[in-house]
């Protein structure tokens, strides 16, 4: 498969770029995905020892991949404890 594409890329260098672009944007995403399944603290792996670690987050952890104008380390925590 690799080789038909680098072939097809000599044959119409005007290729080049979308390849560049769709591999690129194939990596982000699996990057993402892999965040995601890391990171996220609604994805759990491990249930025995940690059953519920959404519970385990301080109002001051940030999850979020991208907050506008929120400074997490100045919220003030707003829930009960469970």
């Known amino acids: ?10 044959k119409h260098p005007s290729l080049i770029p979308l390849f ?9 995403a699996a990057l993402y ?9 609604d994805v759990r792996w491990d249930k025995k020892n940690n059953p519920e670690p959404w519970n385990k987050l301080g ?17 003030k925590k707003e829930r009960p404890d469970y």
């Open 33 to 41: 995905l892999l965040r995601l399944a890391l990171f996220n603290p």
């Open 59 to 75: 109002p001051n952890d940030q999850y979020k991949f991208y907050s506008v104008n929120v400074d997490y380390s100045k919220v």
């Open 1 to 10: 498969m690799l080789r038909h594409i680098l072939g097809q890329a000599k």
């Open 20 to 28: 560049v672009f769709i591999g690129a944007g194939g990596g982000g």
